[in-house]
């Protein structure tokens, strides 16, 4: 599943051929992601002037005409860009062709399992929105991308950790707490911090907070730099694998040793969801 990193990425690499660009046609193949495509998605794309892309947890954010344009991949969603019209492949779902200063891009979303959306809302409504108004605030701070008030920050992190009951791990997957954050960097950003993911979310204080929120930061920039993590379904808009998955010290490791002392890898599962970590460098 993209998470954080891996969205970052498809932004990164969208912002250069849509910013500033018009849209020459949009050709939208299916009624339906998980949700209905929005009615009037191929009016407001076509003829219009894409003023920016950013990113708001998961979600990329495709702005024009004071609407936004909200992309959430989902499971298994990607996107590929190429300076010619691509060939069709299957569960292609939107292919959309841009211009920017005689220079012509496609950009095609591909989603086999179709557990993404796109909306569209106006800007007046974006913030009231049910995907945007309960996210808590960004784990990263990205090139101005957003704003740098709403960046995680120790005072914040320790407030919230106070008096919350559940277990560690459950608290950073809880998208209100902090947006963004997914499986595969928190088993990660809890190994670095040598903490329990099974440990009460409220007795992370002190010292283990203050080893908590640089390993939530420093897993994400690095994951990022290195174009995410592919597992299954993600690669780069470019086609390429992000390497990120060579770094990974824990997820996907049952049984293997640890890197630090030789202990195997455990994995349990927390509200459905695999949780991989050392029961000694991790308490
Ligand atoms: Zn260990």
Not at 27 to 36: A, S, T
Not at 104 to 118: A, K, Q, T
Not at 212 to 236: F, Y
Not at 252 to 258: A, K, L, M, N, T
Request: net charge positive; aromatic share 6%.
């Amino acid at each position: 599943m993209p998470e954080l990193p891996e969205v970052e990425t498809v932004k990164a690499a969208l912002v250069p051929v849509m910013t500033g660009a018009k849209v020459r046609y949009a050709e939208i193949r299916r009624p339906d992601l998980r949700f209905p495509l929005p009615t009037n998605l191929k009016s407001f794309l076509e003829g219009g002037t894409i003023t920016s892309v950013k990113r708001r947890a998961k979600i990329i954010l495709i702005r024009a005409a004071n609407h936004v344009m909200m992309l959430h991949l989902g499971m298994s969603g990607s996107v590929r860009i190429s300076d010619h019209k691509p060939n069709s492949q299957p569960h292609d779902h939107v292919e959309i062709a841009v211009e920017k200063q005689g220079q012509s891009h496609w950009i095609v979303l591909n989603d086999p399992r179709r557990f993404g959306y796109i909306d569209l809302v106006h800007e007046r409504d974006f913030n009231n929105h049910k995907s945007i108004a309960a996210l808590g605030p960004e784990p990263v701070s990205i090139a101005d991308d957003p704003e740098p008030d709403n960046v995680l920050d120790i005072a914040y992190l320790n407030k919230a950790l106070e008096g919350a009951k559940a277990p560690i791990k459950s608290f950073l997957l809880d998208q209100r707490q902090i947006a963004g954050l997914g499986n595969i960097y928190v088993c990660e950003a809890l190994h670095r911090a040598g903490i329990s993911p099974k440990r009460k979310a409220y007795s992370v204080k002190g010292k283990r907070a203050a080893r908590l929120l640089p390993a939530i930061q420093d897993v994400l920039h690095e994951a990022i730099g290195q174009g995410g993590t592919s597992l299954r379904d993600h690669k780069q808009p470019d086609g390429k694998l992000g390497y990120f998955v060579q770094s990974l010290k824990v997820y996907g490791r049952e049984g293997e040793p640890c890197l630090a002392c030789d202990t195997p890898i455990i994995s349990i599962k927390q509200s459905g969801r695999a949780s991989f970590y050392c029961s000694i460098c991790q308490r």
